[in-house]
């Protein structure tokens, strides 16, 4: 049964949080001024494994982490994908993340961020889905 994703139940984001090690974090950003980057130096600093996915910076080292151009050149399965795009290219990042070899258990919208249709989609091959939040903020509720 898929979550309410208009008011989440406070257990399913505890939940989500306390089973995810790792984390591939599209659009992430070498900007200090990006919220993208103030979030993987947060979940990094929290202990999470975080990968960096960003087309434009691949190769290169994001806060000591290699960044990689896209989901498909994990070599590793993730707990989470979370998505730091636009709402109209979320439902691109999720058929990405569902094409994988294996089902990322959990995908994460930022703040700002939902696709409901991408949601259905993620949560009928067996993905837990959350939109519209920020792990960090959930972290310090």
């Known amino acids: 049964m898929s979550p ?15 089973e ?3 984390i591939a974090l599209v ?16 979940l990094l600093g ?3 494994r975080v990968i960096p996915v960003n ?13 990689i151009a896209r989901l498909a ?19 691109g990042v999720v058929d990405e993340a569902l094409a ?5 258990r959990f995908i994460w919208m930022q703040i700002g961020v939902r696709d409901d249709a991408a949601a259905v989609r993620a949560e009928s091959a067996g993905s837990v889905v ?7 903020i959930e972290i310090f509720k």
Not at 27 to 42: D, I, K, Q, T, Y
Not at 77 to 91: K, L, N, Q, T, Y
Not at 100 to 104: E, K, N, S, T
Request: charge should be positive; glycine fraction near 8%.
């Open 20 to 22: 995810t090690r790792s």
């Open 130 to 136: 959350v939109m519209d939040r920020c792990p960090k």
């Open 27 to 42: 659009g992430a950003s070498a900007n200090l001024a990006r919220p993208s980057h103030h979030v993987m130096e947060f």
């Open 4 to 18: 309410n994703h208009d008011a989440y139940d406070p257990a399913l984001i505890r939940r989500v949080l306390a």
């Open 55 to 67: 087309p434009g910076l691949a190769g290169q080292s994001l806060l000591g982490q290699p960044v």
């Open 46 to 48: 929290r202990g999470y």
């Open 73 to 91: 050149d994990l070599t590793k399965p993730v707990d989470m994908v979370e998505i730091f795009r636009s709402s109209d290219a979320a439902g």
């Open 100 to 104: 994988l070899p294996w089902v990322p």
